[in-house]
């Protein structure tokens, strides 16, 4: 039977057959739809999704997308994609079928968004997450093309101004938080190391070589619905080995010394980033300094590599642990103003100096034809 009908309650249900995935033939029975409408909407939402026929709602189509993805992305990851989508994209696309939607129409919705004065950056990851589902549409289902690309973006990758601290500003702030040792020896790591906060509350003390003077990167903490979540770190390139000053050894090694008996295997700062976020506003309001986010102490360090210690932007990328350098160049630009400038300089110079050895070699032939 295909088509919806009604049981012994009064209510609908429908029964039908299908080929799934594998290419086995099966069949599907659900029960007690209020409605006939309802039942004949979900059978033909279900063959649709396996007949992987566009011709399905774009709500309809993100069930695949996030059935697919939770496969393949951090729960994180797609726990902040799925929160995005569901607020900003279903209400507006979400009874559309997928195939139908243009290039004018995305217009409309980004000029929408527009309107509500969002942040440039929070535009950008809006847009984004609606890009993303078309490719995935176009790579896999076949869509002949992503009307995004055609639409054009909105938003910007970075914000205008960057927050951070200089070294001045973070030791008034650290001198304010040091009534709490978790908290200063936290914050310090996080400031001369560059570090996100989740590898941050993913470290283990076994973590630090203090023969080697490393700090092995290998892992990432979140806490999602009152859980400790421990991953992957965010790219490949985030497991790395960063290098660590002296003096930072030295403090490490007086944080593990407060701690008796501790093991290899315990995490060196068991805290939430929410405590975190709570301390850096306690720290800003007794000391006084620009109140930043969290995640500009890893800008702070950044900052200081490049602006102070004319950090090059590959090692810059390495100990932050970028995918790519090209990130390094977005995020940062601000700090490599003359950049473009010095290499052609550079280029000028070495040219200069092979036409001169050239003319130097050029002298010596003829010295020795005479």
């Not at 697919?68 to 729960?75: A, G, I, P, Y």
């Not at 942040?119 to 609606?130: D, E, G, R, S």
């Not at 869509?143 to 973070?170: V, Y």
């Not at 060196?268 to 000391?287: A, C, D, N, Q, W």
Request: hydrophobic share 35%; proline share 3%; glycine share 4%.
């Amino acid at each position: 039977m295909s088509e919806p009908y009604k049981n012994d309650k009064g209510l609908w249900d429908v029964n039908f057959r299908y080929v799934d995935y594998k290419g086995d033939h099966k069949r599907k029975h659900k029960c007690n739809f209020k409605t006939k409408r309802e039942a004949q909407e979900f059978m033909d939402s279900f063959l649709a999704k396996q007949s992987k026929n566009l011709n399905m709602s774009f709500k309809d189509f993100v069930d695949l997308y996030y059935e697919d993805m939770s496969h393949r992305l951090r729960e994180n990851t797609m726990r902040s994609k799925k929160y995005i989508i569901d607020l900003k994209l279903i209400p507006y696309f979400g009874k559309r079928n997928i195939c139908d939607i243009s290039a004018a129409d995305i217009r409309l919705w980004q000029n929408e968004l527009l309107e509500q004065n969002y942040a440039q950056t929070y535009l950008k990851t809006i847009n984004n997450q609606l890009t993303a589902i078309f490719n995935y549409a176009v790579r896999y289902y076949d869509l002949p093309r992503n009307p995004c690309m055609q639409a054009g973006s909105i938003g910007k990758s970075h914000a205008e101004e960057m927050n951070f601290w200089t070294k001045d500003e973070f030791e008034r702030f650290l001198e304010a938080v040091e009534d709490k040792p978790i908290s200063y020896y936290a914050f310090m790591t996080l400031f001369w190391t560059g570090l996100r906060v989740g590898e941050l509350l993913a470290l283990l003390f076994g973590d630090v070589d203090f023969d080697n003077k490393t700090l092995s990167v290998t892992k990432s903490l979140q806490r999602i619905d009152g859980r400790d979540v421990v991953t992957e770190p965010k790219t490949e390139k985030g497991k790395r080995k960063i290098t660590l000053p002296d003096f930072l050894l030295g403090h490490l090694q007086e944080y593990s010394d407060r701690k008796y008996g501790i093991m290899a295997d315990e995490r060196m700062f068991p805290v939430t980033k929410s405590y975190l976020e709570h301390e850096i506003v306690r720290g800003v309001s007794i000391s006084g300094v620009k109140r930043i986010r969290l995640h500009d102490l890893r800008h702070s360090h950044a900052s200081m590599l490049i602006s102070q210690l004319e950090a090059p932007p590959l090692l810059v990328a390495q100990r932050l642990g970028h995918e790519k350098i090209q990130t390094t160049l977005q995020t940062y630009s601000h700090l490599y103003p003359n950049q473009a400038e010095e290499l052609a300089e550079k280029l000028e110079n070495l040219n200069k100096n092979l036409n001169n050895e050239s003319d130097n070699g050029k002298g010596e032939d003829h010295a020795g034809d005479s």
